[in-house]
């Protein structure tokens, strides 16, 4: 038990108790999400029982069709985190490439990819989703590339910056002698050492790329055969009078998520920056 | 060995070009080591530069040649040059070599990568080698498992000499000034550590420093480098001893030295010209204390003074010591 607490009290000083919070939140949100299918009721199953009020049967309450809530929350999850962790991962990687080339390699290379990086980063993400929306269908997939499409720009520019001034380190240059080659370099040694703000970025990314599938569904351009947090929003919405729980549980589950996911990103950047957390400390 | 012939190699700046290296030519044999001396500035950096062609984009390498063991290198293709000189042929101790270990992985894990990209070699030998090689510079073999940061300065340049001497061994080792971030008695172990393995394997060793005392004691010859030319060149006791270019006289006179009788340690006024527009004649006129008229107008030629001895002034053969009178601090 003393172990246990320790272990704790040294996990709250690393991280700060918000993003411990958070970070266990994140956690439970996780696993519930991935074991979601085995201990919830069916979220699709559709009962004569409709606009129930939070009862210890449906804590969360029924919807228009009579649906437990409170499961199609715990589905939902899956979908936050699938667009989540697949934009942010695809933003990063893209970003952490592009940017890294553009930085290391400098001249045209670097001119090429920043002009690439600025048109991008001035596209309205919002539009350029609904444009992807009536082009390719509600879908899912198309929906976490599109958002990684468009958010890599600014994982892009934190990671040419990195790449400008860890090429002059000496470390690059003694891997230059050693006989290293351009792709080594920029993999081995750029990358990694300059990767932790895009991490850090990368983070916050998810949160908001949850937000961002979360306003697609409200507007009704989400993936009809998913359930996701948005669209439940959505439904409740005409609800909203006479059975606030339909849009007020996902709304909360999709704070809660935003709000941890943040948290965390901030400290991680804080942790990762030794300069800044020398500061807070 | 080494032989480097009129090595020339200027830099593109916005007011024009840097002559940062001119005619440089000298040769290192096996087992001997060659100590490049001179102040900030003076193109000693610049040469070793050339020498690995990891030259910034605005470098360019004039005219010049370059054998390692008999091969010309500068003319090789980047990629050739990349596989087969780097580190194989040619290894670098750098400026701050604590620095030149990458911070996110283990010296074991640099040392081994770096003995695997050049020979063909199992993990595990990449392993036992690298332990044999990191216990030539008396550090345990469990070091290898360290993170630089973990490491003090002195243990991670005992590293950085294990990695360049040993490793691979090659045949050329550059050492720009390896040891100007340590303190004294760091610096003292790593140079006789350095000047042991020299002993001990067919090196040759180019030595760069701005530290006379430090040449004095590593290297067999000397070469004294003033605005990005060899000014004196020789066998080092003989340049101890019958210097006959001012600047090579000044920079002797810095030293304090323990034996000799107190006097006072001069200094040479003014500071280097401008690499951009070096002045007509000899370069070092502006400062010299002997500067006649001709010193301003022609540029002073190369004379010989010895079978191993040469230095580029005009008075190279009526200069004493005790004529060449600088300031005093």
Known sequence: MNKVGRLFRNLANQLGVVSLVSVIILILMTLAGIFAPFFVKDPFAISGNTYLPPTYEHPAGTDSLGRDVLSRILVGTRTALYVGLGAATLSSLLGTVIGGLAGFRGGWVDELLSRLIEIFLVMPIFFLLILVVSLFGANIMFTVIAIGAVTWPRNARIMRAQALSLKETTFCKAAVVSGASTSRILFFHIIPNGIAPVIASSALLIGSAVLIEAGLSFLGLGDPNIISWGGMIRDGRKALTFAPWLSLFPGLALVVFAAAMSFLGDRLSHILNPELSKKTM | ?329
């Open chain 2, 1 to 329: 060995m080494i032989e480097v012939k009129d090595l020339t190699m200027h830099y593109k700046a916005t007011l024009g070009w840097v002559k940062a290296v001119n005619d440089v030519t000298f040769s290192v044999d096996k087992h001997e080591s060659l100590g490049i001396v001179g102040e900030s500035g003076a193109g000693k950096s610049s040469v070793a530069i050339a020498l690995l062609r990891i030259l910034p984009q605005n470098g360019v390498i004039r005219q010049g040649k370059v054998l390692v063991d008999g091969l010309e290198v500068l003319s090789l293709p980047g990629s050739t040059f990349r596989k087969e000189i780097r580190w194989k042929k040619i290894s670098m101790i750098f400026q701050a070599s604590m620095d030149a270990l990458d911070p996110v992985y283990t010296v074991g894990h640099q040392l081994i990568s770096i003995l695997r990209l050049h020979r063909n070699v199992s993990k595990k030998e990449a392993r036992k080698k690298a332990e044999a090689a990191v216990g030539r510079v008396d550090l345990r073999s469990s070091i290898l498992n360290s993170y630089p940061h973990e490491l003090s300065g002195g243990m991670k340049q005992r590293v950085m000499i294990a990695l360049s001497f040993l490793l691979i061994q090659p045949s050329v080792v550059l050492a720009d000034e390896p040891t100007s971030a340590l303190d004294v008695l760091v610096e003292d172990r790593v140079l006789k550590q350095m000047k042991k393995l020299q002993g001990e394997s067919d090196l040759s060793v180019v030595h760069i420093s701005h530290n006379v005392s430090t040449i004095l004691t590593m290297c067999d010859k000397m070469a004294v480098m003033y605005a990005g030319e060899f000014v004196e060149y020789g066998e080092i006791r003989t340049v101890f001893r019958c210097c006959a270019h001012p600047y090579t006289i000044g920079l002797l006179k810095a030293v304090p030295s323990l034996r000799a009788p107190t006097e006072m340690l001069v200094t040479i006024p003014g500071t280097p010209p401008s690499l951009i527009q070096p002045p007509v004649g000899c370069t070092f006129a502006p400062r010299c204390p002997l500067a006649a008229p001709i010193c301003r107008e022609t540029t002073p030629p190369i004379v010989k003074l010895a079978d191993d001895h040469w230095v580029r002034c005009h008075f190279a053969r009526d200069i004493r010591k005790e004529d060449v009178h600088f300031g005093t601090l």
